[in-house]
């Protein structure tokens, strides 16, 4: 289920029995004390799915009974609760990645919670304190869980937000299949040496360029989610008068056009979208990077105008994150760099074998239950300054745990104070990147490009 329009909204909620949504509105209406619903199962699952024309795509992994990974749907402010089952054959584990939850429900192997073997399951449950879009995905063994298709939206939904006229999720990703459709290997170690092996079918929720319904004249919430573990999208909207409203879970402070925008694995895309008032017109999202521009997905206008205007959609509310005390921050040094040194890799959570990348000059070696030394030890609700460098010839996707940062200036062109969890640093720019440390736990930051975080590009920060 990827388009709601509001009249449909409660029925295919209610139907899909996704979290809580249709249930904790039910509630409210009636009275009722907040009851918990039942939490969401999310079983992994091993199936044939037609990506591409011919037969069937084996060993491709799903969550749940759909053939792709569910939007899960919660609302900011209430209690979730999610049960991992693990019905394959290979430990896993979730991350919810942007969403500030609390260490123990991070998901991460080893360091944080044990492996979900085979038959076993593993209980999530947390508030989250941000609305906005989020997205889901294992925290192990992650090229092959990830690259065969475990990887989900997450909406997060506040009640005061303003009236859309549909919604449209899309999940965006690559699959490395070859011609026969079936799965080729996962990376090459040349290319995870520079910016990554890229897929080979790009998909818009698991097809190749979707198109869906929308209300004539009205506006569109598009929410839109890199889950790819490699592909840096730049995206443009032909076609209606789109704006830029949130990205990474956070709305922006000055709304814009989305100009050849850059995001990369990992970013997430709110777009408020009008459509054309002709019936029929087709609004596309394209991803205008590199040599092979692409349609990802289109719109097209259905019935009569609404006759909407983009002006009128009120503001978006900030999510509750800390202020930044830049005066009194402490700064950390931050690194990113290529490595010649082959640190032997524990093995444990889907090694590559391989040490390309360093943080502050030491490859990670593995997620395990005693990791290297954190990159930091942070107090407790002070203020800090990360000055990220990149000193690679790539642009990396840099993600951390746990806390939202805002993005205060870079070397190399203005930006905007945006909020978020996952920064795109290009060749050679430097960033700084204010946070306060207000959730404490072990967090780890990586480069979202997969092989990058599994072959050197992770570290973490500690907060006590
Ligand atoms: Cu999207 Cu370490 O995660
Ligand atoms: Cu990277």
Redesign the pocket.
């Given at each position: 289920m990827t388009v709601f329009t509001r009249r449909n909204f409660l029925k295919a909620s209610a139907a899909a029995g996704l979290a809580g949504i249709g249930a904790s509105t039910i509630g409210r209406l009636s009275g009722l004390a907040a009851a918990r619903t039942d939490p969401v199962v999310l079983k992994t699952a091993t199936i044939e799915a037609q990506l591409m024309n011919g037969a069937p795509t084996k060993n491709v992994l799903t969550y749940g009974d759909a053939v792709m990974p569910p939007v899960i749907r919660m609302r900011k402010g209430e209690p979730f609760a999610a049960r991992l089952v693990n019905g394959i054959d290979d430990p896993t584990t979730i991350h919810w990645h942007g969403i500030r939850v609390p260490n123990k429900m991070d998901g991460v192997p080893f360091m944080i919670q044990p492996y979900v073997y085979q038959g076993d399951h593993f209980d999530y449950a947390f508030t989250p304190p941000d609305a906005g879009t989020f997205w889901y995905h294992p925290h192990c063994n992650t090229l092959t869980q990830m690259g065969h298709g475990l990887t989900g939206v997450i909406v997060v939904e506040n009640p005061n937000d303003p009236a859309f006229d549909a919604e449209v999720v899309i999940n965006l990703r690559d699959w490395r299949l070859g011609d026969d459709g079936q799965f080729i290997e996962q990376f090459r170690p040349r290319d995870a040496a520079k910016g990554?092996t890229y897929g080979t079918l790009r998909t818009a929720n698991w097809l190749d360029q979707p198109q869906y319904d929308a209300p004539a004249g009205g506006l569109v919430r598009l929410r839109a989610a890199i889950t790819d573990v490699t592909r840096v999208y730049a995206f443009r909207v032909d076609g209606a008068e789109a704006a830029v409203i949130a990205l990474d879970g956070n709305p922006v402070p000055q709304r814009f056009a989305p100009d050849a925008l850059q995001l990369g694995p990992g970013q997430r895309l709110e777009l408020a979208i009008r459509m054309p008032d002709d019936e029929g017109a087709i609004v596309s999202l394209r991803d205008v990077r590199g040599t092979k521009p692409k349609i990802l997905a289109t719109l097209r206008s259905v019935g009569k105008s609404l006759k909407r205007d983009v002006r009128d959609l009120g503001p978006l509310e900030a999510n509750p994150v800390a202020e930044v005390d830049l005066a009194g921050a402490q700064h950390i040094p931050l690194a990113l760099s290529a490595t010649a040194e082959n640190v032997p890799n524990n093995g444990i959570c889907g090694s590559l074998g391989y040490s390309f990348?360093a943080i502050n000059k030491v490859p990670w070696s593995g997620d395990s239950p005693d990791p290297t030394a954190p990159l930091a030890e942070l107090k407790l609700g002070q203020s800090y300054v990360v000055d990220m460098e990149n000193l690679t010839p790539?642009a990396?996707?840099i993600h951390l745990h746990g806390m939202s940062f805002k993005v205060l200036s870079s070397s190399t062109r203005p930006v905007q104070p945006l909020i978020s969890d996952t920064y795109l640093i290009q060749a050679n720019e430097k960033v700084q990147l204010g946070f306060v440390a207000d959730n404490p736990g072990d967090w780890l930051l990586h480069?979202h490009?997969i092989e990058?975080?599994k072959t050197g590009?992770t570290s973490y920060l500690r907060v006590v």
């Open positions: 990554g990348w790539h990396h996707p480069c490009i990058h975080q590009m």
